[in-house]
């Protein structure tokens, strides 16, 4: 485990946080896993595959890039079906209440706001507002309202690794790319946020610290209680006033 202690340089002055395994447990993978029944073997759909080559994707490009990898022929045909398919069974397992909250997210997004950092919550995934509606942070208020701008679902020309929606979560926080620092889960995430010219926080919730050192994050923590309370005072005493 890394110490509590700031990686950085200049301390980021905004947040830009992804949503699926970073703010909450949703069950994006389990989801992917389910609806491969019918393209090829669930059995294969590892948790290493999913981090490596589907997560952080928009729907449509993650479920090439997961046939593709299983070597599914004909996959992009197929990639389609694969992508409904699965966006059905999420929405079945949003429904029975398959989406937590990690605690440590919460706690961490909370601290921010009360310490008045502007936040951005940018996801590919159009599931994503969904799933945080009925989250609330430790002191009641809900998930959604801790975030100045929402970009989640947005539609853009280009997903990550494409820097596209970190780069507009930027200019809607009315900042520059190099003052916000992006949370992420996924190594496609990670690739993003250094192409936009940003900080980025790895979060190895799932062993792959491995995966998100190779990608380039700075830093890379297994839970937020890692992130130093002097990561973000400093942090807010030095960026830019807003």
């Known amino acids: 485990m890394e110490s509590a202690i700031s990686p950085f340089l200049y301390l980021p002055a905004a947040g830009i946080f992804d949503v699926d395994g970073v703010l909450l447990a949703s069950p994006h993978e389990r989801a992917w896993r389910e609806a491969l029944a019918g393209f090829a073997d669930p059995s294969r759909f590892t948790t290493a595959l999913y981090q490596a080559v589907v997560a952080g994707k928009p729907r449509l490009d993650g479920a090439l890039a997961g046939l593709e990898a299983l070597g599914v022929r004909e996959a992009s045909s197929r990639a389609l079906a694969y992508a409904e398919a699965k966006q059905t069974r999420l929405e ?16 961490l997004v909370e601290k921010m706001s009360k310490l008045g950092w502007p936040m951005a919550v940018a996801s590919s995934s159009k599931n994503a507002n969904a799933m945080m509606t009925t989250i609330c942070l430790p002191g009641g208020v809900p998930l959604m ?40 889960d ?42 130093a309370s002097s990561d973000l005072t400093e942090g807010r005493r030095q960026g830019p006033a807003l």
């Open 92 to 107: 079945g397992l949003i429904d029975e209440g398959a989406v937590v909250a990690f605690p440590d997210a919460l706690q």
């Open 145 to 184: 309202d801790a975030f100045k701008v929402n970009l989640c679902g947005r539609d853009l020309p280009r997903g990550k690794p494409d820097p596209a929606i970190f780069l507009l979560a930027a200019t809607e926080l009315a900042l520059p790319p190099g003052d916000c620092v992006v949370f992420e």
């Open 186 to 227: 996924s190594p496609t995430g990670i690739a993003a946020a250094r192409a936009g010219g940003m900080l980025s926080i790895g979060v190895a919730r799932l062993g792959d610290s491995a995966l998100l050192r190779a990608a380039g994050a700075d830093r890379v923590v297994t839970t937020f209680g890692e992130v």
